[in-house]
């Protein structure tokens, strides 16, 4: 089981009415994958829902669900010896657990995004900035789909 406690930002992001519309999750949605994907699928939006997480200001996990349909992009594959969330993210794309000398690299799907404006090729640059925290590359995500400054205020992240 996961802990919240690992989870610095949970985020659902989703469009009602072609308007982005975003709640934070709840504690209990994040002990477990099954339990955020039955967490986003909840919300009512046009085309599912987006879920952003940021865990231990180390890795970031965007989950997308539209009804049956599940994509997952993990910022750093190694980070399943240390969460167990991203863990579970590995095991669900059936990915080979990472070896201890393994090099950080995403894993699941950068183009989970593409469809709203977030290209695969940017996804992977940004993973790419290590000079970049999770939640300031999530903030960035957020900007490029249109609500940055909503998850900004959300989180509490200040605009330099």
């Known amino acids: 089981m996961a802990s919240p406690d690992d989870v610095d930002i949970a985020l659902a992001a989703y ?9 934070e999750l709840a504690d209990p949605v994040l002990t477990s994958l099954d339990a955020v994907i039955s967490g986003l699928r909840r919300f009512p939006g046009d085309g599912g ?3 952003l997480l940021a865990l231990d200001e180390d890795v970031f996990l965007v989950v997308r669900v539209a009804g049956p349909q599940v994509r997952l992009l993990l910022s750093d594959v190694t980070a399943a010896d240390i969460y167990d969330l991203a ?10 657990y990472p070896e201890e000398d393994d090099e950080p690299a ?3 799907d950068l183009a989970i995004l593409s469809d709203l404006g977030v290209r695969a090729g940017d996804m992977g640059e940004l993973i790419d900035d290590f000079d970049l925290y999770p939640d300031e590359m999530l903030s960035d995500i957020a900007d490029r789909l249109g609500f940055g400054d909503d998850f900004d205020d959300l989180v509490g992240l200040t605009n330099a």
């Open 15 to 23: 469009r009602e009415e072609g308007v982005w519309q975003l709640q």
């Open 49 to 51: 829902a987006i879920g």
């Open 87 to 96: 863990r579970e993210v590995i095991e669900h794309l059936g990915l080979p």
């Open 106 to 108: 995403p894993a699941g």
